[in-house]
């Protein structure tokens, strides 16, 4: 109920046609529930936790950037603030952990165009495949792990197409377009991504270090402000090579990963049923977390 609620506050925000008074009531009524309440204010369950010391540490760390001022970056920037969806990411994030198998098919459905993409990043181009292309402080899923899941799944329509843009952009411009999906996607792990970690184990019980695609070696936790900084540089360093044109090719592939991204999460049946479902979810664990502390990280079996 909360979530139809939303959907049609949602629906009268963005300008369609206004709902009927009754209804708009009812939609804002069921929103003041306890359930959503506590939801919509678990920051306050999160006080010296891990959550809250991450969110002012990336406040902190966006503050100080310079990097992202100017050039290239803050061309694409603009494209984030424009052209990310948060409603669908944040709908989306939260439905995921709405029950361990909604949160494996999302991580089936990431290292899919993951690996598309560091495979094709190898592409030569100038400094794209070296200063801007994913190394060791890339993070990674174990092997194993992605074997077993692309050996049990199929890929999803919207994944598909992801996996097929991100060749496309290798084949164009002499690979030169993967930058827009280094920019959409690495960064959003390291800068954004790592923030959804917590809330992800408190929703779902699991251990201490998961997910694992959201963690970077040590080397970039503990200077994590300069390596963005790097990141932000490189990117412009690279667009002063390129013509006006070349930059706009640039923006609107940022512009279409940032949609195929949209897509990944949307296409989901049950949508706001199912972010429900996880919202509620969140909240327990939050609690849960309070009361009994973290899971303890998985402990590798000795050879």
């Not at 690979?175 to 992800?200: C, E, K, N, Q, V």
């Not at 940022?254 to 999460?265: G, I, M, P």
């Amino acid at each position: 109920k909360g979530a139809h609620s939303q959907r049609l506050l949602w629906r009268a925000r963005d300008g369609d046609p206004p709902l009927p008074p009754k209804a708009m009531r009812a939609a804002r009524a069921s929103l003041r529930s306890p359930l959503l309440r506590a939801s919509a204010s678990h920051g306050s369950l999160l006080v010296g936790g891990p959550q809250q010391r991450w969110k002012s540490e990336s406040k902190r760390i966006f503050e100080g950037l310079k990097s992202n001022k100017e050039g290239l970056s803050k061309e694409l920037d603009t494209v984030l603030r424009n052209s990310h969806d948060m409603r669908i990411f944040g709908v989306g994030f939260v439905r995921s952990c709405a029950s361990l198998p909604e949160y494996r098919l999302t991580t089936t459905s990431t290292p899919l165009w993951r690996r598309r993409w560091m495979r094709r990043a190898g592409t030569p181009h100038r400094a794209a495949s070296g200063t801007l292309a994913p190394s060791s402080t890339a993070p990674r899923t174990s092997s194993a792990r992605t074997s077993s899941l692309s050996a049990t799944s199929l890929p999803s329509p919207a994944t598909a197409d992801y996996a097929a843009g991100i060749w496309k952009a290798a084949q164009s411009e002499g690979g030169l377009m993967l930058i827009s999906h280094f920019y959409t996607r690495y960064l959003a792990d390291l800068f954004g991504g790592s923030m959804l970690g917590f809330p992800t184990r408190a929703a779902l019980n699991l251990p201490a270090d998961a997910p694992r695609f959201y963690r970077f070696p040590a080397s970039v936790e503990e200077r994590r402000s300069e390596y963005i900084e790097h990141v932000y540089a490189s990117i412009n360093a690279e667009g002063k090579r390129l013509d006006e044109h070349t930059r706009g090719l640039l923006v609107e592939e940022a512009r279409a990963a940032f949609a195929h991204n949209a897509a990944v999460y949307a296409e989901r049946p049950y949508f706001y049923l199912g972010a429900a479902a996880g919202g509620a979810n969140i909240v327990k664990g939050l609690i849960s977390h309070q009361m009994f502390g973290e899971k303890k990280a998985a402990v590798a079996p000795s050879s």
